[in-house]
């Protein structure tokens, strides 16, 4: 059941992926540099329509939601690595590290997976700082959506046939300062995006 559930919930993601009009603004990146891509939960769905130039590895939590979110990743292409904040955290950073290592990019929620909501958590930086990868805050704003204001993170779904604007801060080094100084800076970024 949970594969047939994965499986439609990927398609219609990829449908609605294909009737959004996608305006990419902000910084340009080093395409030599790996990225670890920073964004609220919530926008998850938004993220959908970063583009991808190399593979994408993404942390799962370890609960049935996370085993349900890993299916459709896969679906969509990408590379998922399983951990949680209480459970093998650690491990999940590790395998996280390791396939930025082997040439790919990161998509990080950078508030969970329980929250509070937009309070920046120290595991991209952490990885970051571990790959030499550029923390790069991401803000989306679609022009029409449905949002869930019974869930935690207020989770956000673009509607069909609109704008998503997706705004990219200026790529953060997390080698510049100390663990504290950079999550707050890249909090400060994700809180108050600028282009």
């Known amino acids: 059941m949970r594969r047939i559930l994965a499986f439609v919930a990927s398609l219609v993601i990829r449908l609605l992926r294909a009737t959004w009009r996608v305006r990419l603004l902000g910084h340009h990146l080093d395409p030599s540099r790996p990225v670890i891509a920073c964004f609220w939960h919530g926008d998850q769905a938004g993220m959908f329509a970063h583009p991808r130039p190399r593979p994408v590895v993404v942390l799962a939590s370890l609960s049935r939601d996370g085993d349900l979110q890993t299916r459709i990743l896969n679906h969509l292409g990408f590379r998922v690595v399983r951990g949680s904040s209480s459970?093998?955290?650690?491990?999940?950073?590790?395998?996280?590290?390791?396939?930025?290592?082997?040439?790919?990019?990161?998509?990080?929620?950078?508030?969970?997976?329980?929250?509070?909501?937009?309070?920046?958590?120290?595991?991209?930086?952490?990885?970051?700082?571990?790959?030499?990868?550029?923390?790069?805050?991401?803000?989306?704003?679609?022009?029409?959506?449905?949002?869930?204001?019974?869930?935690?993170?207020?989770?956000?779904?673009?509607?069909?046939?609109?704008?998503?604007?997706?705004?990219?801060?200026?790529?953060?080094?997390?080698?510049?300062g100390n663990l504290e100084t950079v999550t707050a800076k890249l909090e400060r970024a994700l809180l108050n995006p600028s282009v």
Not at 139 to 155: C, E, G, L, N, T
């Open 87 to 176: 459970r093998r955290g650690a491990s999940g950073l590790k395998a996280l590290i390791a396939e930025i290592r082997r040439g790919a990019d990161a998509a990080f929620a950078v508030d969970g997976p329980r929250g509070p909501r937009h309070e920046v958590k120290p595991g991209a930086v952490l990885a970051a700082r571990q790959t030499g990868a550029a923390l790069v805050p991401v803000s989306i704003r679609p022009s029409r959506a449905w949002v869930f204001d019974k869930a935690w993170d207020r989770y956000t779904l673009p509607k069909p046939f609109c704008e998503v604007r997706l705004y990219r801060g200026a790529p953060i080094d997390a080698g510049e």
